[in-house]
């Protein structure tokens, strides 16, 4: 717990996404290729979160209307989504699988179905899949499919 929670022991690195909570999804914005949040590349993926495994992964977590809690209960990881914060959480994910992401904070009417997935992948696998969302980012649905 104290690796994780104590700032001396953030990891010196760019944050790989922003999650933002909101009345009743998880969303994940990834940069694009420019690497910068808030342009025009950015990519977004709703309810699953897709971290490459024995990285450390830093991600910066929001909420966009009222309180909400970042749950991974097999990770041990907890941290609340507070309006009008930005909150850096990081951990490191050993094991390739996907493990429930729920809203542990009573959010609303429709808390119940705040739940997501953080999905863990090698790293190829991970390389794959942002190259895969960076084309259908640009894509006009037309492309031949071949």
Not at 13 to 18: K, L, M, R, S, T
């Amino acid at each position: 717990w104290a690796d994780i929670k104590f700032q001396g022991n953030m990891p010196n690195q760019a944050p790989i996404a922003e999650v933002y909570a909101s009345q009743f999804d998880w969303r994940m914005r990834y940069p694009g290729q420019d690497g910068k949040f808030g342009t025009m590349d950015d990519i977004e993926n709703p309810f699953e979160f897709v971290v490459p495994v024995n990285e450390k992964v830093l991600f910066t977590l929001r909420s966009r209307d009222v309180i909400h809690s970042f749950f991974v209960p097999l990770f041990r990881l907890k941290q609340d989504a507070v309006p009008g914060m930005a909150i850096p959480v990081w951990f490191q994910a050993t094991k390739e699988g996907s493990y429930d992401l729920v809203c542990a904070e009573l959010c609303g009417w429709g808390h119940y179905k705040m739940a997501g997935r953080v999905k863990v992948v090698s790293r190829s696998a991970y390389d794959e899949w942002m190259k895969k969302m960076t084309k259908d980012l640009a894509s006009n649905g037309k492309e031949d499919k071949s």
